[in-house]
């Protein structure tokens, strides 16, 4: 077989790999706390030929050599941390972090996980809970007479009950910062587990130690932009096509040879 079919068909999977990704990124644009990812490539292995296209493993024993790629691959799906717009909602269990750092939610097993999305509610355990129904770590439980609730940048949760004109604090929220974001890894339902990459967490009040602030009444949007995504999904199309090409080429190629 052609070589040449061969490395444009590993061109062919970078690429599908790299439209899954990009279709990925699109289908979260509305996903609260959502962070794109993009594909990392690299080239595969070279062999060393001469001009009679005969192999050679040390090149050493030939002065005319030339080295003949493999193609390409998917080395790695880095995702991008960087800080999303803050959208307004007004609803006062809502908080979006301005800044480095996470929100830490018990996970059923009784691990930690950790979430960009702010977006919470009470459960009938009076506790602050995601959308998916994790309790938020730490706990924070409310009275069941309260009226207002109020979190202030540095994750103090204060509470006013009946016709009190006080506030009583109850409660501290606290982020998650890691040495390296990149070493995350997704598992879903917009959460990330740490790894050996990531490093422990460091556990710390907003606005503290490079954490972020919080601000209640807000959510942190998608960070991904449409029109970079698009032209991203133009320039994958063009490659795979491109690849695709090549294999039609070869085809034809040997065709003619299989004609002599």
Not at 29 to 39: C, D, E, L, P, V
Not at 110 to 132: D, E, P, V
């Amino acid at each position: 077989m052609i070589p040449s079919m061969w490395i444009a068909k590993t061109g062919l999977d970078a690429q599908q790999n790299n439209m899954d990704i990009i279709s990925n990124n699109l289908a979260n644009i509305n996903t609260n706390g959502f962070k794109k990812s993009r594909a990392v490539f690299e080239d595969l292995v070279y062999k060393s030929k001469n001009y009679e296209n005969k192999n050679y493993y040390e090149k050493e024993n030939s002065e005319n050599f030339f080295d003949a790629g493999a193609g390409s691959k998917t080395r790695e799906i880095q995702k991008n941390f960087s800080q999303g717009n803050l959208l307004r909602t007004d609803e006062n269990k809502d908080i979006a972090i301005n800044g480095d750092g996470f929100f830490q939610v018990q996970m059923p097993d009784g691990s930690t996980a950790y979430t960009r999305n702010g977006s919470f509610t009470i459960n009938k355990n009076r506790k602050l809970i995601n959308k998916n129904g994790l309790l938020m770590k730490p706990n924070i439980m409310l009275p069941e007479n309260f009226t207002n609730l109020y979190i202030d940048k540095n994750g103090i949760v204060s509470i006013m009950i009946d016709d009190q004109k006080e506030k009583i604090q109850i409660g501290q929220i606290t982020l998650a910062i890691f040495a390296n974001n990149d070493g995350l890894e997704s598992i879903g339902e917009n959460l990330y587990k740490e790894t050996s990459l990531s490093g422990e967490p460091l556990e710390s009040v907003p606005g503290t130690y490079d954490t972020g602030e919080l601000k209640q009444g807000y959510l942190e949007e998608s960070n991904v932009n449409i029109a970079e995504e698009l032209i991203n999904m133009i320039q994958t199309q063009r490659a795979y096509e491109i690849n695709s090409k090549s294999i039609s080429v070869s085809d034809k190629m040997l065709q003619k040879i299989c004609e002599l």
